[in-house]
């Protein structure tokens, strides 16, 4: 019964493998795909910790705290604001602003020619004063005569007679007459010669004797020394005055800086 089976189950595999590798075929079963791989995730990166924030070094003094900006508005006067009692929509205060810097303005025109001291256009040279005399008919002030020169001119001036000659204003002094201070104001026909020219600006100055003239179209009127004019002449009577370690003259109350022009020793006019 045994050997029956086996014989029987030659032939079957026989025919299997006939059917499995020869003439007739099942297709094959299709090629298995590779699974998908499993997505896992990364390991997270390490990076080293940032280091903490390292303190300022400077000074506390020296940091400013930080402070909003205030909003824009128009100032009173250039000072501090009064939001109760004033409409900064006026532009009344505009204008106001205007006059500030107008006040600058004059501040910095003041200072051209001194700074706090005596400061002139040209820089300070000192030099020995000499005094000077404008001719035999030219006296300094103070200067006493008796009488004066026939062709002598008198004038009225301030409730007062002068008399003029040769550069020189004379008033009445005990039975004579003396040389003083020419009055500002006064007018003279004519300069005697060796008189000067200086420029201050657009102006033209004529100097003779220690006195400043400008000419007015009628004669020449006698005028304060203006800031600024350079001439070359101190008469009799200046004096020596030391301001702020420099040698100044003074001459009717007038001061003068020793200064060089065009390698010459000349005097400024300036103002205390």
């Known amino acids: 019964m045994v050997l029956a089976l086996v014989i029987a ?15 007739f075929s099942h297709p094959a079963p ?19 910790a940032a280091p903490a924030p390292r303190p300022e070094t400077r000074p506390p003094e020296t940091r400013q705290p930080e402070t909003r900006q205030p909003e824009q508005r128009p100032t009173i006067n250039g000072g501090v604001r009064n939001f109760a009692n004033h409409d900064y929509n006026h532009t009344v205060n505009v204008h106001e602003n205007v006059n500030v810097h107008q006040n600058v303005n004059v501040n910095d025109h003041v200072n051209v020619y001194h700074t706090g001291a005596y400061r002139g256009v040209h820089p300070y040279y000192y030099h020995p004063y000499r005094p000077y005399y404008w001719g035999p008919h030219w006296h300094p002030l103070g200067f006493f005569l008796t009488a004066l020169a026939a062709d002598a001119i008198w004038f009225n001036w301030n409730n007062q007679r002068y ?18 201070t020419a009055p500002i104001g006064a007018v003279v026909a004519s300069l005697p010669p060796g008189y000067e020219t200086t420029m201050v600006g657009n102006d033209t100055y004529y100097y003779f004797g220690g006195v400043f003239y400008i000419d007015n179209g009628q004669g020449y009127q006698v005028v ?11 008469p009799v009577g200046a004096v020596e005055q ?7 003259m003074v001459y009717n109350n ?3 800086l020793p200064i060089s022009q065009d390698g010459q020793d000349a005097y400024e006019v300036v103002t205390p």
Do not use: K, W
């Open 163 to 180: 008399y003029y000659d040769d550069g020189c204003f004379y008033l009445p002094s005990n039975g004579g007459y003396s040389v003083v």
């Open 242 to 248: 030391d301001i702020n370690g420099e040698t100044l």
């Open 224 to 234: 304060a020394a203006p800031p600024g004019a350079v001439i070359n002449e101190l």
């Open 9 to 23: 189950a030659g032939p079957l595999q026989g025919m299997a493998q006939r059917f499995n590798h020869g003439g």
């Open 30 to 48: 299709p090629p298995s795909r590779p699974a998908a791989p499993v997505m896992r995730p990364a390991a997270p990166v390490t990076r080293p």
């Open 254 to 256: 007038t001061y003068y």
